[in-house]
């Protein structure tokens, strides 16, 4: 699966994923995406006829998240990441693993355990959700880098500004296993991944086999004070601002607001003033290189279980 919309995407690129399939002697089909969805959609309509697939994602966290997506709950479906992305952060929950990603043998020669998925109001989503100011500056980062002499980071950075200005909190409601909080709040994020928005790492710990989420809410925050904890939220240590970071592990959160808000889902934006994010355990096969450390350690814990 290539999307050439990728920052990442050639011709060489499609010439390499050419040779090496027919190095390793493996029957494939190139797919280029043409729309948001497309690989989704493409990934569904092959899952269906029954036969044994494996979906290479050549793009970013948003092309490997569409395929994530189309192949949720497909037992005969497994899906990887070949990164040819900006933000490729859903492989960096794996450490040095991320460089064995980027090497298509070692994606072919690789094995497939079973991920749990996020599910957003039937969308399903791989590494991180979320609501609030964040998912905000995601999303109109693409608006802003349309603009002459405006891209990469200079469009994140207008964005964020853009964005604080016209107010860093909202008023929602947050439903979690632990009770209900209403008010105003700065953002909230379900992580099954560890990473998001280009190299946030609002978890250390998040893992996407374990069976539970990480789910962070931020209290109302003032812009002095959101100056002194970014820093802190972006490497996961939250346990520095308790009283205004809560950590919950769980399994679903809802969210809801009398305005119609944005979810950032792996990236992508949807709107709705309802979201229920919750998990779907074990929905997702998906592989491994061959060398990797966290494929070797889960399958030194099964073989010891």
Same mark, same amino acid.
């Given at each position: 699966?290539? $999307?050439?919309?990728?920052?990442?995407?050639?011709?060489?690129?499609?010439?390499?994923? #050419?040779?090496?399939?027919?190095?390793?002697?493996?029957?494939?089909?190139?797919?280029? /995406?043409?729309?948001?969805?497309?690989?989704? !959609?493409?990934?569904?309509?092959?899952?269906?006829?029954?036969?044994?697939?494996?979906?290479?994602?050549?793009?970013? %966290?948003?092309?490997?998240?569409?395929?994530?997506?189309?192949?949720?709950?497909?037992?005969?479906?497994?899906?990887?990441?070949?990164?040819?992305?900006?933000?490729?952060?859903?492989?960096?929950?794996?450490? %040095? +693993?991320?460089?064995?990603?980027?090497?298509?043998?070692?994606?072919?020669?690789?094995?497939?355990?079973?991920?749990?998925?996020? +599910?957003? $109001?039937?969308?399903?989503?791989?590494?991180?959700?979320?609501?609030?100011? %964040?998912?905000?500056? @995601?999303? +109109?980062?693409?608006?802003?880098?349309?603009?002459?002499?405006?891209? @990469?980071?200079?469009?994140?950075?207008?964005?964020?500004?853009? =964005?604080?200005?016209?107010?860093?909190?909202? !008023?929602? /409601?947050?439903?979690?296993?632990? @009770? #209900?909080?209403?008010?105003?709040?700065?953002?909230?994020?379900?992580?099954?991944?560890?990473?998001?928005? $280009?190299?946030?790492?609002?978890?250390?710990?998040?893992?996407?086999? +374990?069976?539970?989420?990480?789910?962070?809410?931020? =209290?109302?925050?003032?812009?002095?004070?959101?100056?002194?904890?970014?820093?802190?939220?972006?490497?996961? $240590?939250?346990?520095?601002?308790?009283?205004?970071?809560?950590?919950?592990?769980?399994?679903?959160?809802?969210?809801?607001?009398? #305005?119609?808000?944005?979810?950032?889902? %792996?990236?992508?934006?949807?709107?709705?003033?309802?979201?229920?994010?919750?998990?779907?355990?074990?929905?997702? =096969?998906?592989?491994?290189?061959?060398? *990797?450390?966290?494929?070797? *350690?889960?399958?030194?814990?099964?073989?010891?279980?």
């Amino acid at each position: 699966m290539l $999307n050439p919309a990728s920052g990442g995407y050639s011709e060489k690129l499609k010439s390499n994923v #050419e040779r090496t399939a027919e190095e390793y002697g493996i029957e494939y089909e190139i797919y280029l /995406t043409t729309a948001p969805m497309d690989a989704a !959609e493409k990934v569904k309509r092959e899952a269906i006829k029954g036969v044994e697939l494996r979906v290479y994602a050549c793009g970013g %966290d948003g092309t490997v998240s569409e395929c994530a997506h189309g192949a949720a709950g497909y037992s005969n479906v497994a899906v990887t990441h070949f990164p040819t992305g900006t933000g490729n952060d859903f492989i960096k929950t794996f450490g %040095d +693993d991320v460089k064995l990603f980027r090497d298509l043998g070692e994606l072919i020669e690789g094995e497939s355990l079973p991920l749990d998925l996020i +599910d957003v $109001n039937g969308r399903k989503c791989l590494d991180i959700a979320s609501v609030g100011i %964040d998912a905000r500056i @995601g999303t +109109d980062v693409h608006k802003y880098s349309k603009l002459p002499l405006i891209g @990469g980071k200079t469009a994140y950075i207008t964005s964020m500004v853009a =964005n604080i200005f016209k107010g860093i909190n909202r !008023e929602f /409601t947050f439903i979690t296993e632990e @009770g #209900e909080l209403k008010g105003k709040f700065a953002l909230a994020c379900v992580c099954n991944g560890q990473y998001y928005g $280009n190299g946030f790492r609002p978890t250390r710990t998040a893992q996407p086999d +374990d069976g539970s989420l990480e789910i962070l809410i931020v =209290n109302k925050v003032g812009l002095v004070k959101l100056a002194g904890v970014l820093g802190d939220y972006s490497k996961g $240590n939250w346990e520095k601002h308790p009283d205004l970071i809560r950590h919950i592990t769980g399994k679903k959160l809802t969210v809801e607001s009398s #305005e119609e808000f944005v979810i950032n889902v %792996d990236g992508e934006a949807m709107y709705s003033k309802k979201a229920v994010m919750k998990l779907v355990p074990r929905a997702l =096969n998906f592989v491994f290189p061959k060398n *990797s450390a966290f494929l070797a *350690s889960r399958k030194s814990g099964l073989a010891t279980a």
